[in-house]
C-alpha cells in the first residue's frame, strides 16, 4: 500500500513499536529532492506511536524524481540508551548494520 502526499502537498507517516520489550531506533530517507520530512530520527520506547510529516517543496513534481521513502530501523534493547537519536545512526554504530531492518515505501501524489 503507498504512501499518499494529498493536494495539500503533505502527509502523515505513523510509526509504531511493535516490539513488546525493545526501545528501536528509526530513520526515514529519501532521494527525492522535493520532498521535506520532519522528523527523520526517532527512537520509541516498547509499544509507543510517533509521526513523520512529509512535505512537497512545489506542488509540481517531476516524474524523473524516485517516489519512494526507506524506513530503517533496528532494535535496542529494554533500556534507552543514553545517546542522542542522531548518534544512533553514525559510525560508530550503536548497532552493527546487518542488525538493521528497512521497508521501502511508495508515495502516490493525490494532487487531485
Not at 560508530?92 to 528497512?102: A, I, L, S
Request: with cysteine.
Amino acid at each position: 500500500m503507498p504512501f499518499v502526499i494529498n493536494s495539500s502537498s503533505n502527509g502523515i507517516l505513523n510509526l509504531r513499536n511493535a516490539y513488546s520489550n525493545d526501545w528501536i531506533a528509526i530513520r526515514i530517507l529519501t532521494k527525492n529532492s522535493e520532498l521535506n520530512i520532519y522528523s527523520t530520527k526517532f527512537l520509541l520506547p516498547p509499544g509507543r506511536t510517533s509521526v513523520g510529516e512529509v512535505t512537497m517543496k512545489n506542488n509540481l513534481m517531476d516524474g524523473k524524481l524516485p517516489s519512494r521513502l526507506r524506513i530503517q530501523w533496528y532494535m535496542i534493547r529494554a533500556h534507552c540508551p543514553a545517546r542522542n537519536v542522531n548518534t544512533l545512526w553514525t559510525r560508530p554504530y550503536y548497532v552493527p548494520r546487518d542488525q538493521w531492518h528497512y521497508k521501502i515505501i511508495r508515495i502516490h501524489f493525490d494532487l487531485g
